[in-house]
């Protein structure tokens, strides 16, 4: 089992940066595609960004590709969502997950593990 816990949510403005990070637990992280989604009040959970396990490619959805970027550090066991240009559709819940398969997926049912999520908020 792995445990993940992401941090580096908050308010920012239009047009400004976050970094978030899923801190893993337990079984390492390495062994796991990571994706991050976010859900936003009264919408259904989405597919931001992946990662395969090894890191070497990266798949993201159409709404944030160009301004979003996944990467990890199997060495820190952390997985980063940087997130630049951001605009006010983006705020929502984040959540970092962890999928057994090896190259992860863009389904949230995918996924066997899940953060908590941390929040978002971009103010125009």
């Known amino acids: 089992q792995v445990q993940l816990v992401e941090s580096g949510g908050g308010l920012v403005q239009s047009g400004g940066s976050l970094r978030l990070s899923c801190a893993a637990s337990?079984?390492?992280?390495?062994?796991?595609?990571m994706g991050w989604f976010r859900q936003a009040p009264g919408k259904e959970r989405e597919f931001v960004a992946r990662?395969?396990?090894?890191?070497?490619?990266?798949y993201y959805a159409d709404s944030v590709k160009g301004r979003f970027t996944i990467s990890r550090d199997n060495a820190k066991n952390t997985v980063y969502l940087q997130m630049n240009s951001l605009k006010p559709e983006d705020t929502a819940v984040y959540f970092c997950?962890?999928?057994?398969?090896?190259?992860?997926?863009?389904?949230?049912?995918?996924?066997?593990?899940w953060g908590q999520g941390t929040q978002v908020t971009v103010s125009s």
């Open positions: 990662i395969t396990r090894s890191g070497i490619t990266t």
């Open positions: 337990g079984r390492s992280c390495s062994s796991y595609a």
């Open positions: 997950a962890a999928d057994s398969a090896q190259f992860g997926s863009s389904l949230p049912r995918q996924y066997d593990y």
